[in-house]
């Protein structure tokens, strides 16, 4: 508790993640939808973690491996995420370039670093003010999808440019690669418990701010 | 009075409230428990402490939600039918449509790939506003479709995956790499997927997520 803001969760109550009812935790199911009731998500932070190191781990082969292989007349061509953003940008298309820049290499660094923020303040590890964390939580939440646009076009290339015999289009290992990437961000996004900064803010806030030995607990 | 007409009479008011004492809605951001208070049309409630929106009331929202995700079925259906990228290109004409791009992807050896495409630009649509309209159309005649609360928890799990607005972006970006070696247009396809987003975009803001569930609890009682 903090000043004469009261939390559902100082009162036993918890809102269910499904349909929004505020119930006795107590009660263990929604009696609305029938969905388990948390005061807060359980393992959000080892959940977010783990599945944040995964994505991190698959960042670097997905730009590695190629994303597309066309052979052209016996000729074998890789093409990265990268090496098709630089086409685009040496050809003077540089919007397009951008695109691809923030969607496919800022967005899931982005992501991966704000999330890993996000835990180190919902762990106590760091003191950012609540507007910047909502902020940041707000944009992981918006962005995380629109990585997604390389498998697209991946797709859209492969089935499109099947020109005879003479050119084919084969996906690469790398775009198998991409895709757990943006789905595991976005499973890191959602596996995260944002109630728990605001927990762990009360809880800077009740401890006297002067001490600097661990506190007992 | 008419059997069923006070409930078809509940069912057009604006957001009922569910029968029971002082009722309680939490930030789903910061947890801070707020007493619920019914809001006038086209206002939203705000957290006093983080100022994240808790609830919303929505003018017309079962009549909106219902109408959004008809046109989002609809147009969806249109775009699956005709191509969204038409080219040309050594005398080749080839027009893919979505499910074309899905299944080459599936061909070419990469079917998790294939099927994640499935998945977020065919399927969640579909489960979205299908679902919008099997829960709301029954609800403005104050009744609940057998397991409409299923559906409803499903459509709110399925909400972030629905990927049409970056498909399309997906579409530019693929036109522009074309243009260079072919000649490429976009079809009726696209222009129904955009409107898809749009209309998906209408239904999904149509109706608050509260005022759904309080209306299925009313309709149930
Ligand atoms: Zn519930
Ligand atoms: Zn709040």
Not at chain 2, 34 to 43: G, K, S
């Amino acid at each position: 508790m903090s000043g004469h803001f009261v939390k559902a969760a100082d009162r036993g109550l918890a809102a269910c993640h499904s349909c929004g009812k505020v119930s006795p935790v107590k009660l263990e199911d929604c009696p609305r939808c029938g969905s388990r009731l948390h005061l807060r998500k359980p393992a959000s932070i080892e959940g977010t973690v783990a599945l944040m190191l995964a994505a991190a781990a698959l960042y670097i082969p997905s730009h590695i491996l190629p994303v597309l292989r066309t052979t052209e007349l016996g000729v074998v061509i890789d093409n990265t995420i990268v090496g098709g953003m630089l086409t685009f940008w040496q050809s003077g298309a540089y919007p397009i370039a951008l695109v691809i820049f923030a969607a496919s290499i800022l967005i899931p660094l982005l992501k991966i670093a704000a999330l890993s923020w996000l835990c180190l303040a919902a762990t106590g590890k760091m003191h950012p003010s609540p507007e910047k964390l909502g902020r940041v939580y707000w944009i992981t939440e918006l962005l995380g999808r629109w990585s997604m646009i390389d498998i697209f076009v991946v797709g859209i290339l492969v089935s499109v440019l099947q020109l005879g015999n003479y050119v084919t289009v084969k996906p690469g290992p790398g775009a198998l690669a991409f895709a757990g990437v943006v789905v595991l961000t976005m499973l890191a996004a959602m596996r995260f418990e944002p109630r728990l900064l605001w927990d762990r803010l009360d809880e800077d806030a009740e401890a006297p701010a002067t001490t600097h030995e661990s506190s007992p607990s | 009075m008419i059997k069923g007409f006070s409930r078809t009479w509940r069912a057009m008011l604006p957001w009922p409230r569910p029968r029971g004492g002082t009722r309680y809605s939490a930030c789903h951001f910061c947890d801070t428990l707020h007493e619920f208070a019914p809001l006038e049309e086209d206002m939203a409630a705000r957290c006093t402490r983080c100022g994240a929106v808790i609830y919303q009331n929505r003018p017309a929202s079962l009549a909106r939600a219902t109408a959004f995700s008809l046109a989002a079925l609809l147009l969806m259906a249109l775009g699956h039918v005709f191509p969204f990228l038409t080219m040309d290109a050594a005398a080749m004409r080839r027009e893919l449509t979505l499910a074309g791009a899905a299944t080459a992807l599936i061909d070419e050896n990469a079917p998790i790939l294939g099927l994640s495409v499935i998945l977020f630009t065919m399927v969640t649509p579909v489960v979205l506003a299908g679902g919008m309209i099997y829960v709301c159309l029954p609800l403005m005649f104050g009744r609940a479709a057998p397991g409409a609360e299923f559906t409803a928890k499903w459509m709110s799990r399925s909400e972030p995956w629905n990927m049409v607005e970056v498909f399309l972006l997906g579409v530019i970006v693929s036109l522009l790499k074309l243009a260079k070696v072919a000649e490429v247009g976009f079809g009726i396809g696209f222009w129904s997927f955009a409107g898809v987003m749009l209309c998906m975009a209408g239904a999904v803001a149509g109706i608050d997520r509260d005022e759904l569930w309080d209306r299925l609890e009313v309709a149930r009682s």
